[in-house]
């Protein structure tokens, strides 16, 4: 079974577009998050959630917004696509907020063109 | 502001080899520290979580250590396959928010 899954894996889009991708997991845990990953494979922060409300949020640009609608989902809203934004945006969780393992999706390689 | 810094940035080694990557970070102020290999075009698989009170945690070939007064953590692999092929990225989690802050990894290829 899958513990944390993002979908689609691959989007492909064009400049000016609003597009989601979609993340849940199956391992019963409260925190989730969302990480950017650029094309020197640096890995960032973007956001996270314990118990549904929001406890980071690394100065991303509010073109970018997340929702919960439930502990197991966290999605990623990205509004007026920018090349910039191109990147691969993974999704973990963690049983809680503070000293716990965190687990990662596969991914999702947004390319905007 | 929490940097992290991965020494080497690549690696190769043949096969059987035993071989340490090296973690340094600049904020001693960590709950725990997390190693993750991660294959290309795949995400991260967590291989080790370590907390700020432990000194080494071991899984199977796997050992990190931690030493969190100077800012180290080093991750030895023993008897390398060409399975252990990967990145290597170590992540200090702190910070009022418990934040994981990552390096730009170790590139290691291990030769049959």
């Known amino acids: 079974d899958t513990a944390v899954s993002q979908t689609p894996k691959y989007l492909v889009t064009q400049m000016g577009n609003d597009k989601s991708i979609k993340c849940e997991q199956n391992?019963?845990?409260?925190?989730m998050y969302w990480y950017k990953q650029d094309s020197k494979k640096f890995l960032k922060i973007m956001f996270s959630?314990?118990?549904?409300?929001?406890?980071i949020n690394e100065t991303v640009p509010n073109r970018f917004s997340p929702k919960s609608p439930d502990k197991a989902h966290l999605n990623l809203h990205i509004n007026s696509l920018e090349l910039g934004d191109s990147a691969v945006y993974f999704c973990?969780?963690?049983?809680?907020?503070?000293?716990?393992?965190?687990?990662f999706g596969p991914g999702t390689r947004l390319t905007v063109l | 502001k929490q940097e992290v810094t991965q020494i080497p940035a690549a690696l190769s080694v043949p096969e059987g080899e035993n071989l340490v990557l090296n973690c340094s970070f600049t904020?001693?102020?960590?709950?725990?520290l997390q190693w993750f290999r991660q294959d290309p075009g795949k995400g991260l698989t967590s291989l080790l979580l370590?907390?700020?009170?432990?000194r080494e945690q071991t899984s199977g070939r796997l050992n990190a250590s931690l030493d969190k007064s100077s800012g180290r953590s080093t991750l030895y692999i023993a008897a390398s396959q060409p399975g252990d092929s990967a990145t290597y990225l170590c992540?200090?989690?702190?910070?009022?928010?418990?934040?994981?802050?990552f390096g730009k990894g170790t590139l290691l290829t291990v030769n049959p």
């Open positions: 992540a200090p989690r702190g910070g009022s928010n418990y934040k994981l802050t």
């Open positions: 973990a969780s963690s049983l809680a907020l503070g000293y716990n393992e965190q687990f």
């Open positions: 370590i907390q700020s009170s432990q």
């Open positions: 904020d001693s102020a960590i709950y725990n």
């Open positions: 391992l019963g845990h409260d925190t």
């Open positions: 959630y314990n118990n549904k409300e929001l406890i």
